[in-house]
C-alpha cells in the first residue's frame, strides 16, 4: 500500500520542523525511544523537536531522511 505524500510549503519554524519528523515518526509506526535510538540522539532531545523547543530539527530531519531512505527537499531563495 503506497503511502501518502506530505508537502511543506513556505517557511518553516521549529514547530513545523518538528511536526514533520512526528508525522514521518507516525508514518513510520516507531515511537520516539525508537526513532531517536536509529537515528543517534537522546529521546529527550527528540521529544525536544518534535514539541519545536530546539532549532536542532532540521539536522534531525536530516538524520531520519538518510536512516529511511527518504527524500526531503528544502528550497532556499533569495527574498
Known sequence: MAKDKKYVEGD????????????????LGINQEGLANAVGVKSATLQEVEEGRT????????KVTRKYDLKCRIKIEQQ
Do not use: F, Q, T
Open 55 to 62: 532549532a536542532h530539527g532540521y539536522n534531525i530531519l536530516s
Open 12 to 27: 518553516m519554524s521549529p514547530e513545523d520542523v518538528g511536526l514533520m519528523i512526528k508525522e514521518i515518526r507516525e508514518w
